[in-house]
């Protein structure tokens, strides 16, 4: 049973540019959650979605920041024209059901915008 | 807003050393504690603690609640290199409020273990 996936490991983007970063429950998981890891800070919450809807977006910037969890394939966070401010490590986590039992972290994308 | 404050943010220690990490947290109706060990990647499930007194235990590892005075500690004994790691708490929303899974994660505390 494969854990939670997250792709690419790595990406590096132009400022201006688009990032999608790509989060697989695991098996039996329909709660998806976004966390953003500043340089030096904790995770900061972002998004919380079932599959076809956000739930809670208190998170997420208000601007070039959105997420999906479409019926059939893998979450997508997509930050439109990034800036060197979006660098960072953004990790999902799943869970079976809504709370923390069960909570399952991937192992992150690191995003550098250049 | 859930806070949640951890100390010290960093700790340097040589193997066999015993370390006290700490967690503070200001939450309305709380609901539960979690500890969380990050190396280069993933943050993994420690301990979820959620009365107070009791103690949470696995290997080296201890964790306590205590809800009066609003704080967690965790313990590790004997520590080894692989001990080396962040430490984060987190805690989830209150009671009665929406989104359960959203958690409010601390700092953390960079454990360096020396040979």
């Known amino acids: 049973n494969a854990g939670v996936m997250q792709n690419p490991r790595h990406l590096v983007r132009r400022r201006g540019q688009e990032a999608r970063l790509r989060c697989s429950p695991m098996?039996?998981?329909?709660?998806v959650y976004w966390y953003r890891q500043l340089p030096e800070e904790g995770l900061k919450f972002m998004v919380y979605?079932?599959?076809?809807?956000?739930?809670?977006e208190s998170g997420m910037p208000k601007e070039r920041f959105s997420a999906e969890f479409p019926k059939e394939g893998p979450s997508i966070l997509r930050i439109q024209q990034v800036v060197r401010g979006d660098s960072a490590a953004y990790f999902c986590?799943?869970?079976?059901?809504?709370?923390?039992?069960?909570?399952?972290f991937g192992s992150g994308t690191r995003l550098t915008v250049v | 807003e859930d806070k949640v404050v951890q100390s010290p943010l960093s700790l340097v220690v040589h193997e066999g050393d015993t370390v006290t990490l700490n967690c503070s947290y200001e939450?309305?109706?709380?609901?539960?504690l979690l500890w969380y060990k990050q190396e280069k990647k993933a943050p993994t499930f420690l301990f979820m603690l959620?009365?107070?007194?009791i103690e949470k235990k696995s290997g080296r590892l201890s964790s306590i609640l205590d809800k009066k005075e609003l704080f967690s500690i965790l313990n590790i004994t004997a520590t080894q290199t692989g001990d080396s790691a962040v430490y984060l708490c987190?805690?989830?929303?209150?009671?009665?409020?929406?989104?359960?899974?959203?958690?409010?994660f601390g700092q953390g505390t960079i454990l360096t273990v020396h040979p």
């Open positions: 098996k039996g998981h329909s709660h």
């Open positions: 959620t009365s107070s007194g």
């Open positions: 979605l079932q599959k076809e809807n956000i739930i809670d």
């Open positions: 939450v309305t109706n709380f609901r539960s």
């Open positions: 987190a805690v989830p929303p209150p009671v009665g409020g929406t989104s359960y899974g959203k958690l409010t």
């Open positions: 986590a799943s869970s079976p059901v809504e709370g923390s039992r069960g909570y399952t």
